[in-house]
């Protein structure tokens, strides 16, 4: 049985079969997903679940062992390095901990992708970026280097690097870990604006709750490599299936009834 | 003995791919510098990093080995009465043999170990995947300039330090023990021949090329090895790697050199 | 991307066509840049424009600042409403002189 999650119209990303195998552990177990264009589809699931390797494997930084992943009507798995690059420039990635380089400051980081693939005007490229960083709130930060930005700045300069080159899809990995409220409520909004403003594509991975029922259109599910399902955030919240229900309801831990077993845990013997 | 076989077999294939994919980084990295756009600056600001602050390290330590050679020489040859060899001695060790080994060997202490340490934690920092994803080759954008810069950067850091070798056993010889000035420049001249000149060249070349190329791989490839999931740790344990699988290459490839031509 | 560049009644008229991406803002920035050096002011017309990227608003920002330092007038025509979100997005909606008929910029000058 191959039953694809997703909606019917034409899917920015389409995922089919896809099995990622790290000898001898099978990490993703036939995934099969369609994420649809210009809305905003969070892959939610616990740490070990899959959700790093599938979102690896949808940048083309990992190569499954077998299915594939068509992006923007390219299956970058067979494809070759010029086709993958092509799709790539379409592409911008917020990694979780920023990533930006260490030895460029903020605007550098933000103009590579410029400087490398474009032959705009010097100026055009420094205009571009005050107004990428502008969007993120960031335009005092232009100089600075990433050793000099705190956890929630350096994210916000990671999307702004990301959305540079105006791409049609914009993944991010973990928006809110770690961050403040308010810095995470700033993100998620940007997030909405970029969504209905530029149209753009976004993947959201991440397993904050509190962020994932504001800005998700589609949600994906994942658990132990497979997604168990995949619907709107109000389909999850009445899904039947008991993981799911576990994930949304973290209960609180259980009282503790005997007090000589809980002793015994803690002592030991 | 099974499980001690199939042990060993599992050291010798981790080794091969290890060797397999250093030279498979070297094969790429000049396919893609063979393709434009190419960019000088870059290589120009490696070879200010591995060239010029090297620099008095080299001048340092190529002082102290022609004196220390310079005293050797002399007490030996003093022993036989021939001190008028003292510069052809310190003239031929130190271009075709210590010259390129020495200046190698101070390299990956000094630039190589760093070059690892800053692709160990690009890698780990998920800064070469980001290039990746940027549809910027990370190996032609990275790697392509420090080999380069490697390449050119030994060579021209062995003459140095020849040449400052030269002059520390010049000092012992001809200023401390008063060994007559003609000699030593006469027997230098006589003796190093172009071809001695030309091998000491060919080996600094040669190990520039490897010792930056084996730094290079260590990082970039960190994620590839046990080292990739430890962090900061593996970063550490990849440079460590690094500086002696690059020491031993430099000497082991003086001795193939020396035996083969 | 098509531009077309139109002088007389006083000021220069650019009619901008299809999509502004990457590739032809370089070409824009020329346009308006060439303009605002004649010395006549600009009024720039959005109105078919499909698609409008951040250099493109770039190169429109830049000329802006060009113009105002050389105390010209310049506008923007007809534009659309997803270039405007595009501008609200930037902030930049409040800064630019936006014009939905060529002779209200007319009657400024």
Avoid at chain 1, 10 to 34: E, G, M
Avoid at chain 1, 260 to 266: E, P, V
Avoid at chain 2, 26 to 43: A, C, G, M, N
Avoid at chain 2, 214 to 234: P, R
């Amino acid at each position: 049985m191959t039953s694809v999650a997703g909606t019917a119209a034409s899917p920015a990303i389409s995922i089919r079969n896809l099995f990622v195998d790290y000898f001898p552990r099978r990490i993703l177990t036939d995934v099969n997903l369609d994420i649809p264009a210009s809305q905003i589809t969070v892959i939610m699931g616990q740490s070990g679940a899959g959700k790093t390797t599938l979102l690896r494997c949808m940048l083309g930084l990992k190569k499954p062992s077998s299915g594939s992943v068509h992006i923007l009507g390219t299956d970058i798995v067979r494809a070759s390095r010029r086709e993958l690059n092509a799709v790539r420039k379409q592409m911008g990635v917020a990694f979780q901990g920023g990533a930006l380089f260490s030895s460029m400051s903020v605007a550098e980081n933000i103009q590579l992708a410029l400087r490398e693939h474009t032959s705009l005007d010097e100026k055009t490229i420094q205009i571009m970026t005050r107004i990428k960083l502008d969007m993120v709130n960031m335009l005092a930060a232009e100089n600075l280097m990433p050793s000099e930005l705190s956890g929630g700045m350096t994210k916000r300069a990671a999307l702004a690097r990301a959305i540079v080159m105006d791409p049609k899809l914009l993944f991010f990995d973990e928006p809110s870990a770690g961050l403040d409220p308010s810095t995470a409520a700033e993100l998620d909004q940007l997030m909405i604006t970029l969504k209905t403003t530029l149209r753009m594509t976004i993947i959201v991975v991440t397993h904050e709750l509190d962020s994932i029922f504001k800005i998700a259109d589609h949600i994906a599910v994942m658990a132990n490599g497979r997604v168990i399902e995949f619907g709107t955030p109000q389909q999850i919240i009445a899904s039947a299936n008991p993981e799911i229900q576990g994930m949304l309801n973290r209960k609180p831990r259980e009282n503790i009834v005997d007090t000589d077993a809980h002793l015994r845990r803690l002592v030991g013997g | 003995m099974r499980a001690a076989l199939e042990k060993l077999g599992a050291v010798v294939l981790g080794w091969l791919e290890h060797t397999g994919r250093t030279f498979n980084l070297l094969l790429l990295v000049t396919v893609e510098l063979l393709q434009p756009p190419y960019r000088f600056y870059p290589v120009v600001r490696q070879m200010y990093f591995i060239g010029a602050r090297s620099l008095t390290l080299i001048v340092v330590s190529g002082l102290t080995i022609g004196m220390v050679l310079g005293l050797q020489f002399y007490n030996i040859l003093q022993r036989f009465g021939s001190v008028d060899l003292l510069g052809a001695g310190v003239s031929l060790s130190v271009i075709r043999e210590l010259g390129p080994v020495m200046t190698a060997l101070m390299v990956v202490g000094r630039a190589g170990s760093s070059i690892t340490a800053e692709l160990g934690i690009m890698r780990i920092t998920e800064q070469i995947d980001a290039m990746d994803c940027m549809a910027i080759s990370p190996s032609k954008y990275l790697i392509g300039p420090k080999l380069l810069a490697g390449l050119l950067s030994v060579p021209l850091l062995t003459m140095v330090f020849d040449f400052v070798a030269l002059f520390g056993g010049y000092f012992v010889g001809v200023v401390m023990f008063g060994v007559a000035e003609g000699s030593y420049v006469n027997g230098m001249i006589d003796t190093v021949e172009w071809s001695d000149v030309r091998i000491g060249l060919e080996k600094s070349l040669i190990f520039g090329l490897l010792v930056t190329l084996i730094c290079c791989a260590e990082g970039f490839y960190m994620h590839l090895t046990k080292a990739g999931s430890q962090g900061a740790e593996g970063v550490s344990s990849v440079t460590t790697d690094a500086v002696v699988l690059s020491s031993i290459a430099v000497l082991y490839s003086d001795f193939l050199i020396e035996a083969l031509f | 991307m098509e531009c077309n560049l139109k002088s007389g009644a006083g000021y220069d008229l650019l009619e901008l066509s299809g999509e502004v991406d990457l590739q032809y803002s370089p070409q824009l920035r020329e346009k308006i840049l060439g303009s605002l050096r004649s010395g006549a002011p600009l009024l720039i017309d959005l109105g078919r424009v499909s698609y409008i990227d951040s250099s493109g608003i770039a190169s429109l920002v830049e000329g802006f600042q060009a113009a105002k330092s050389a105390k010209l007038p310049y506008g923007l025509l007809n534009i659309s409403s997803t270039a405007l979100q595009v501008l609200t997005l930037t902030r930049l909606d409040k800064i630019f002189n936006l014009y939905t008929d060529a002779a209200h910029f007319e009657a400024q000058l």
